[in-house]
């Protein structure tokens, strides 16, 4: 079996990469399956354990870091984020293409260990639409939304790296234009 891709979706926090992939990854032409990360933050309301985000504490990330367990890891505004090693390689072997959703630092990590990685950027239409964006989540203090919109404005400095840069003004159009991405690549 031809093994799967290993794509990489990026995007500044905010700037709505769960709603485009939610409008493409039901796509079963796509044959997608979703990385779920391991994260010391906080559930968001709604968020549940294993479907998200593996919540963990701290102790367990860094032993999972000492023991290899994973792909890619950083830390993003005061907390840790990282891609289960294990678990991407089983999928692949699979035949499913892997989507990992994640910032900047582990999409360098990924295209150091995996250069044949199908990398997307997707960018907001503005940096005025992605700040409401990020308001318009209501969930976190004030500091860490100044964070985010630092961290936005790094970030969008490193879209050359990617292979493909999507903006996202419209989600259905994003989802159509990522879906055609992925569809050259499965040829
Ligand atoms: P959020 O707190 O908004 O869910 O995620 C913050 C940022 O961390 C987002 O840009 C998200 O894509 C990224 N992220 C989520 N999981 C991982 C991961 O496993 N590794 C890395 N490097 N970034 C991640």
Redesign the pocket.
Known sequence: MKKGLLIV??????VG??TVRAAFEKNEALKLAY?I???T?EP?QG?RDGV??FFVTKERFKEAIENGE?????E??G?Y????AAYVEKLRNEGKNVL????????A?IRKKVPEALTIFLIPPSMEELERRIRGRRSEPEEIVQQ?LS?AEK?MKLISDYKYVVCNDNVALAAKIVTAIIEAHME
Do not use: C, H
Request: glycine content about 12%; charged content about 30%.
């Open positions: 979706f990026s995007g500044p926090s905010g990469k769960g990385s990360s391991m994260t933050r968001r968020e998200e985000y994973l792909l890619e890891w950083t993003f505004v907390n984020y990282g891609t289960p990992l959703e994640i910032e900047v630092d582990g999409a990590q985010r961290k970030e």
